[in-house]
């Protein structure tokens, strides 16, 4: 079975722009949650889609927005970039979501912003 | 608001040796404590987990010990091996569904 797929793995952005990032998740899999991963604060929750609704959020501001497709594959947007966002954004899928189920991650995306 | 604190930061041990990763929570309502390890370049992957009704949970090499009077649970890798240099998180769950990480344990074995 394929694992996690992240899209693109690494990008490069300047301040002011927006980027989309992709994540696919395991066959069968129904729920993809999108984490944030930096030297300084570590892997911080984003927030989570299960069945195309958002289920749960972390706490981090509206420039931070996600969806899932009726396939399950989903897509994270972050509007007018900042320095600080430069980050390894991971997603990871599970079957039935919620943290406390197994959940598969993918490679990561390396976004940096300059 | 850093609610699950996580020690060493990084770590040394000789192959044979033991690793020892502790982890302190502050909120009850988590109800449970998985173990990621994370390899360059790879995401985290599910090591072991555990939930608040037992104190200790083994599997091979990897043990939890869970102390819920302290808010405390630690991982050890017994008889550590070159291959087992990654870096390791704990993290917590509980209501609201979502894990939350510590802050990493760089883990070095030396042959």
């Known amino acids: 079975k394929a694992g996690v797929t992240q899209t693109p793995r690494y990008l490069i952005k300047t301040r002011g722009q927006q980027v989309t990032l992709s994540c696919s998740p395991i066959?069968?899999?129904?729920?993809v949650s999108w984490y944030q991963q930096t030297p300084g604060q570590g892997l911080q929750f984003l927030f989570e889609y299960f069945s195309e609704t958002q289920r749960n959020k972390g706490n981090f501001p509206g420039r931070f927005s996600g969806r899932q497709f009726s396939n399950s594959r989903s897509e994270m947007n972050v509007s007018t970039l900042e320095l600080g966002d430069s980050a390894l954004y991971l997603c990871?899928?599970?079957?039935?979501?919620?943290?406390?189920?197994?959940?598969?991650f993918g490679p990561g995306t390396r976004l940096t912003v300059l | 608001q850093q609610q699950v604190k996580q020690s060493p930061q990084s770590l040394i041990v000789q192959k044979g040796g033991i690793s020892i990763i502790n982890c302190a929570y502050e909120?009850?309502?988590?109800?449970?404590f998985p173990w990621y390890q994370q390899f360059p370049g790879k995401g985290p992957a599910l090591l072991i987990a555990?939930?608040?009704?037992?104190s200790e949970k083994k599997e091979g090499r990897f043990t939890i010990s869970f102390n819920k009077s302290a808010k405390q649970f630690s991982l050890h890798i017994m008889d550590s091996q070159p291959g087992d240099s990654a870096t390791y998180f704990c993290?917590?769950?509980?209501?609201?569904?979502?894990?939350?990480f510590g802050t990493g344990t760089r883990l070095a074995v030396r042959p």
């Open positions: 993290a917590a769950v509980g209501s609201g569904d979502k894990l939350t």
């Open positions: 066959s069968g899999h129904r729920s």
């Open positions: 555990i939930r608040p009704d037992v």
């Open positions: 990871a899928s599970s079957s039935v979501g919620g943290g406390n189920n197994e959940q598969f």
């Open positions: 909120n009850t309502a988590f109800d449970y």
